[in-house]
Structures are given as C-alpha cells and as structure tokens.
C-alpha cells in the first residue's frame, strides 16, 4: 500500500509538471508557424505509416538514419504475424536477432550476440526504464498489442541513443502521446488473439478523438493471460536428464528413496512446462495538441504483469516445482516452492515537435519521461527480494534544414534492491552527454557521419564507491549508389564506440539465482570499447529487395563473467573480468517475386543469420547464437494471403566453459490471412500455425535452454481492426 501511495503522489507530481510544460510550449510554436513552409498535402502522406489524416509529424527514428547499415522497421501486420507478451520473441525472425527466452514471461532482444547492457530498448526514443537488463529473468515493460512499429538499429545506430548500446537499439513506436488529428474526428485500434500452446486469451485497442481543431485525447489498455506453456516432449535436454537419472540412483543407493523418486519424476517431465503462466495488463492516457507543423503531447501509463520462473530440475532456483498444472490435476508438495515475479510500472511521459521554419535548424525535438519502476520476486507466499528503481531521461534534438542532427541526452537512475537475492548494492547513475549525426553529399558520394561525448557517474553510497567515465564514440560512412539510381545504395562504416561499466558489473555480489551463478563484480574496471567495420548493401533490383551486412568489432576490455571453480551457497562462483574479444559475422534478407500478376502473386522471402564471437585467450564468449537460415513462400489471391516458413537453427559446438552444447532444430509455421473488407485493408483475421511438426527445439542463447524449450504445436487465431 506504501508504494502505490508513493506512486500516485508523483503521478500526480509528474502530470502537473508536463501539464504545464505543454501548457507553456504552444505559444513558441505559433511563432514558429509563421515562418515555416506550407504544410505537406494529404496525398504526399498516404504511404507514410503514422498518417491518419490531417496532420502528420514523422516519428523519432529512421528517417533521418539513412547511414545506419543495419535496419528493420516491423509494422503492424509484421507485430500481428509474429504476436507474443514478449518484444524479444516479436523480434526473433529478423536478420541479426534473437532473444534471451528465459521464459515465456521475460525474453530480451539480443542483437549480433550482444543482449543485457549492450542493447537498449526504447520507447520512442526513451529507455524502457525496467531492469531487465539486471537479470535475464526480469520482463521488459513493453505490450506489443499497442505498439504501433518497431525499429530495429544495429551498429553506429546507438551514438543517438547511449553509447552503453554497442550492439544496437531496439526503438518502440507506441501510441500514447497523439502526433496527428484523427480523420473524421476518431480512430479506433484493435489486435485480440487465442492460441492452445498456452491457452492464450489476449486482447488490447486504442482510442484517439479529437476535441476541437487542436487536441486530440488518447486511450489504450490491454489484457493478456496465459497458462502453463505446452511443448513437444521432455522439458529437460538430454545431457541434463540422464545427470538427474544418475544423481537418482545416487540417492535411491544410500536409501533416500522419497529423494530419488523427485529427481526421476524431474527428468521425466514432459507436454508442458511447469510455472510457465503470465497475466499482464496496461492503461495508459495521453493528450496530443496540435498546432500547424508542430505536436506536443503527454501520456500516463501503468503496466502489470506477473509470470512464472521456471524452476531449474538440477536445483539452485528456490527449490523445484510440484506437479501444478491442470493436465497433472496434482497440487504442489509441501516444502516445495515455486517462484513467480509481480512486477508494476508507472511512467510519465512529455513530447514536443517544435517547427522552426525554414532557417538552419528546421525542427526542435524534445522528449522526456519519468519511471516509478518495482517489481518483487515471491517463493511461494513469501517475498524474496524487491527491486526498486526511479528513472528520469529527458532529450532536445535540433533537427537541420539541410539534413543532420544535433542533440543532448540526460539520464537519472536510482536503483534499489532489497532481500535475499539482492546481489546488486543500491547505486545512482547519471549520465549527461552531446550528440550530432550529419551528412554530406560528395557529388556520387554520401558522407555520413556521427559523435557522441558522454560523461557517466556510477555511485554506491552504502559501498562508499563511486566512478567517474568520460566517452567519446564515432562513426564514419561512405555510402554511393552505383547505378545512378536511389534503389541500390552500397557503404562502408566504421566506428568507435565506448561504454561504461553498469552499476551491476561494479557492484555484484552475492547469488544470482536466474543464472545459477555466485556473481562478484569489480569496481575498478574500466571503459569498454570497440572498433567497428561494416560493408552492407541494400535495396531494390527488378522488383527483390534485399539487404545484406557483413561485420566485425573488435573489443577492447570486454566485460565478461568468468568461472572460477569455486563455490559459494552452493552456486558456482563467477566474476566480472576484462579482455579483449572479437565479434564478426554475417546477415541479410531477400524477397523477391516469383509470380506477379493482378490476381495473384507468389514471393520469395529468404533470410540468415552468422556470428562469432571468441576471447583473446582462443576461448568462446559464451550464449552465441548459431547459423540461423529462414525461407518462406507467401501467396496473395484476392483478399487473402498464404504464408508458409521453414526456419533452420544450425548446431552450436563453440561454447564457453560451464556451457552446454545445443543441437540443431527446425520450426515449420503457416499463416493464414484475410481481409473481408475491400474498403478497409486494415481489417484482418489470421489463423497461425507455428512448430507445426511439435518440435523440441532451445535457444542456445538462453540462460535455461536445457529446461526452457521453445513452444510446441500452437495454433492461434488473431483479428486486428482499424477504422
């Protein structure tokens, strides 16, 4: 009660202060009105995906990027073919991508091998303010069912967002501040879906109308429930099962027999996945006024969610699960307890999109957003450990008449935890720093280039430490289009990028149970750095489209966690250390069409995936993900599409020490579209068929890939609305 006491006092703090900031700005944007250049007509805006009508502001993202050689924008037919509670599993089937996968309730992105602090996850344009980037089994705080577009950033992309984002950005467009009046006075959203893997039951819809010529008001809310998650056969891979067969007859010899009995019932668990559900709910308001060229807007949000951590058979994560479940109609064994995450966020948010006319500088961008952040982490009724954070992220981006961008970026973070697992001393963390991407054109060339000066304090009061980094990173690309023509665009990148070592890599120690490891972190290490290359190619030939990247970085004091052999609360002992390391590998996509006709079309989608990543000392960076391939053929006749795809994971043979191997695996998906309605393409009902064959397949970049397998056979049904 204490907390969400605290909460409504600063939602209340928080509303005020953005209530007043957007009463204040309307009058800078009228002056500015009345030099900017005329508004851009209906018809030039059809194509653009945030057009509703009357006014439209482009979103914070990619179309002032065009250096950035790794970039995917998923739209919302893209979110509804691939629906799932977490953005990581949204984002698996791109080029580049995988997730975490913990568990059905909390998946990361991990973008060329990199996940955790080396991967930011915004919304528009902000952290998410979570603290999944502390634990793997910690969910991030965004509902894919009101989103409205993803993009996905990889490389120099991160030097506009955090220079701690070596890897890449994942950005999320959501609707919550309105940027445009509604056609006809409202708009309506909806994307609802069932499935039998877990029972699904989810639905979300948003709501804009206008109140008057200027503003526009803003609701949305979603519900999603799961239950335990099927899958194709034994929970446990093989190596694991045939150690809890041994450690059985172990027990069984010297007459623990109750125990033995345990370990085989353990590792003969198969057809779903024990403490696997999820519930999850949003509410989130905005206000959005709109005046000439220029937006600003405000939003309140709230997200709740609670799921499910999978136990891990061999021990170590609070015990072991009984047999819960209605297949199993049992009920948990006294003693035995399962652990499950009740996690709440309130989020406050403000946005301007100032027109400045047609001087040097044509725009002025200003975001900014603040998080109340808690979730608590149960063994059965009892509260294990609480996790505490407040988050305030504010941004000013300048953007040029004549392309470029200059900006300054500030970032307060408070984090606290609290109880048994608390492995992380409370630590602040401010970060302050200045931004400009620009381009030049060389006559057949285009110059592009980006810097980013970072100045981070990591302080820990009740350690009495705190650290002081001062980064610089860069980017520098030349980009030409060969055949006279805009279609096809080659470039070479290179980049230097620096980052900080987080509050968790300085300041751990104690159990971290998700990872089944004892961390100890070390305050003295240093700034992280890497030297980038990439070449890519992308465009349109002939009707394909394709994209392809090749890569290398090179890492100077990578920070890892390194075994020790040591014990400690019967946990391997793992510490953060630096060393050099050495990432490369390969990406791309092609579609093209086989069969192009007025009433029907047949294409090709093709899809892979490469990396390597190795420490100086010849040994594996551990959770590298394997060759991945995926090929699909989609058919359109009418009002309906037909999409079949085969994705192949390749083997993983190259781990760390302590990792297990990871055997090769392949999913068969189909998909079923149609949209009734030839007046509204807009209106599509869909019946997904995915792992069709209930194959029992593991991430290999997955902390609980020997007992988190991915979904079996799972067929659901999803409709998605929009008038």
Do not use: C
């Amino acid at each position: 009660m204490l907390y969400h006491t605290k909460s409504i006092a600063r939602a209340g703090t928080s509303l005020a202060a953005l209530s007043l900031t957007l009463l204040a700005v309307p009058a800078l944007a009228e002056d500015a009105d009345a030099t900017a250049s005329e508004a851009t007509s209906d018809e030039d805006r059809v194509g653009d995906p945030h057009y509703r009508g009357e006014i439209i502001v482009a979103a914070d993202g990619l179309s002032e990027l065009d250096f950035i050689s790794g970039q995917d924008v998923l739209e919302i037919a893209d979110i509804q073919e691939n629906l799932n509670g977490q953005i990581g599993e949204v984002l698996a089937k791109l080029p580049g991508v995988t997730a975490t996968s913990f568990a059905p309730g909390a998946s990361r992105p991990i973008l060329r091998g990199l996940d955790g602090e080396r991967v930011r996850v915004l919304i528009d344009g902000l952290g998410t303010a979570d603290v999944g980037n502390t634990s793997a089994d910690h969910a991030t705080t965004i509902d894919p069912l009101t989103v409205e577009r993803i993009e996905v950033l990889r490389g120099p992309a991160s030097l506009l967002y955090g220079s701690q984002a070596i890897g890449g950005v994942v950005n999320v467009i959501d609707k919550r501040i309105p940027i445009a009046l509604p056609e006809n006075g409202i708009h309506v959203d909806a994307l609802g879906a069932a499935d039998t893997a877990s029972n699904l039951i989810s639905g979300g819809a948003s709501l804009d109308f206008a109140i008057g010529e200027s503003f526009v008001v803003h609701v949305d809310g979603s519900y999603r429930d799961t239950d335990d998650l099927e899958i194709g056969g034994f929970q446990i891979a093989p190596e694991l099962r045939q150690d809890l067969f041994d450690d059985a007859n172990e027990e069984e010899a010297e007459g623990e027999l109750e125990e033995a009995e345990e370990l085989r019932e353990a590792a003969s668990q198969q057809d779903f996945l024990p403490n696997s559900s999820t519930e999850t709910y949003t509410i989130n308001g905005g206000l959005g006024v709109i005046l000439g060229d220029s937006t600003f807007g405000a939003s309140l949000g709230y997200y709740d969610t609670n799921y499910g951590v999978v136990g891990n058979p061999e021990g170590g994560h609070h015990g072991e699960e009984g047999e819960e479940g209605e297949e199993e109609g049992g009920e948990e064994e006294e003693g035995e307890e399962v652990v499950t995450i009740g996690l709440e966020q309130f989020r406050a948010d403000f946005r301007g999109d100032i027109a400045l006319g047609s001087g040097f500088f044509s725009r002025l961008k200003i975001r900014a957003g603040f998080s109340d952040y808690t979730h608590t982490e149960f063994e059965g009724d009892e509260v294990g450990t609480v996790f505490d954070t407040e988050t305030l992220e504010a941004r000013a981006e300048l953007v040029q008449s004549g392309g470029g961008i200059i900006g300054v970026q500030y970032t307060f973070r408070d984090f606290l935890a609290v109880g048994e697992e608390a492995f992380v001393a409370p630590n602040e963390t401010t970060q302050f720093a200045l931004f400009t991407v620009q381009e030049y054109d060389l006559g057949g060339f285009q110059l592009e280039g980006a810097a980013r000066y970072e100045i981070v304090d990591v302080e820990s009061q009740p350690l009495n430490l705190e650290r002081d980094f001062n980064l610089f990173s860069g980017a520098l690309s030349l980009v030409a289009s060969p055949f006279d023509s805009e279609d096809v665009r080659l470039g070479l990148t290179g980049s230097r990028s620096e980052r900080a070592p987080a509050g968790e890599e300085l300041f751990a120690n104690g159990p971290h149970i998700a990872t089944q490891s004892f961390e100890i972190g070390d305050p003295d290490l240093e700034v992280e750095s890497a030297w980038g290359l990439e070449a890519f190619a992308r465009g349109e030939i002939g009707g394909a489209q394709f994209g392809v990247s090749i890569y290398g970085q090179w890492f100077d004091d990578f920070i890892f966690l390194d075994p020790t052999g040591e014990e400690e609360d019967d946990l391997p002992v793992f510490v953060f250390l630096q060393q050099d390391a050495t990432f490369y590998g390969i990406e791309g996509d092609v579609t093209f069409p086989i069969i192009d006709t007025d009433s029907f079309g047949l294409t090709a989608d093709l899809r892979a995936s490469y990396v390597e990543a190795e420490l100086d000392d010849d040994t594996n960076v551990p959770r590298i993900p394997p060759l991945s391939l995926l090929g699909a053929l989609e058919a359109e006749a009418g009002p309906f599409e037909v999409r079949g795809e085969v994705q192949w994971f390749g083997e993983q043979n190259d781990v760390a020490e302590f990792e297990t191997t990871t055997d090769d695996f392949t999913l068969v998906n189909m998909y079923v579209s149609w949209r009734p309605l030839p007046s509204n393409r807009n209106v599509v009902l869909q019946l997904a068929g995915e792992n069709l064959f209930d194959t029992v397949g593991r991430r290999h970049s997955s902390f609980t890939k020997d007992f988190v397998p991915l979904p079996g056979r799972n067929i659901r049904a999803s409709v998605r609305l929009s008038f």
